[in-house]
C-alpha cells in the first residue's frame, strides 16, 4: 500500500491560485495513477483531475480543464495540483488518491484504493 499527505490548502479569494501537494511514502508513485478529489459538505465526492500511470498523461474533469494543472516529480515523488482562477464553488475538502488497478483513466472514487486525509481549499467570493 502507498500512504499520501496532501498540503498546500488555505484560503484564497476568487481568481487566486493554490498549489496542493501530494506526497508518498510505503510505495514510489511509478505504477499508480494518481488522482485529486474533492468534497464540499453535503456534497459527493468528485473528481477533479489524475495522471495516467501508464502514459504519464494528465486528465481532468471538463469543469477544471484550463484552470487546474496536475504534475508528477518522481525526483521528490509527488504529485501536485495547480489550481488557478479558482472559483467560490471549488471550496472543498481536496483528497489525493492513487490506483493501481483498473481503466487506464480512472476517474471515479471507488476505482482508487489509497487515500490521503485531504486538505481545506477555501474560496471566498
Known amino acids: 500500500q502507498v500512504q499520501l499527505v496532501e498540503s498546500g490548502g488555505g484560503l484564497v479569494q476568487a481568481g487566486g491560485s493554490l498549489r496542493l501537494s501530494c506526497a508518498a511514502s510505503?510505495?514510489?508513485?511509478?505504477?499508480?495513477?494518481v488522482g485529486w478529489f474533492r468534497q464540499a459538505p453535503g456534497k459527493e465526492r468528485e473528481f477533479v483531475s489524475a495522471?495516467?500511470?501508464?502514459?504519464?498523461?494528465?486528465y481532468y474533469a471538463a469543469s477544471e480543464q484550463g484552470r487546474f494543472t496536475i504534475s508528477r516529480d518522481n525526483a521528490k515523488n509527488t504529485v501536485d495540483l495547480q489550481m488557478n482562477s479558482l472559483k467560490p464553488e471549488d471550496t472543498a475538502v481536496y483528497y489525493c488518491?492513487?490506483?493501481?488497478?483498473?481503466?487506464?483513466?480512472?476517474?471515479?472514487?471507488?476505482?482508487?484504493?489509497?487515500w490521503g486525509q485531504g486538505t481545506q481549499v477555501t474560496v471566498s467570493s
Open positions: 510505503g510505495r514510489t508513485f511509478s505504477g499508480y495513477t
Open positions: 488518491a492513487a490506483s493501481g488497478t483498473g481503466a487506464l483513466r480512472p476517474s471515479r472514487a471507488t476505482d482508487f484504493g489509497s
Open positions: 495522471i495516467s500511470r501508464s502514459s504519464g498523461s494528465p
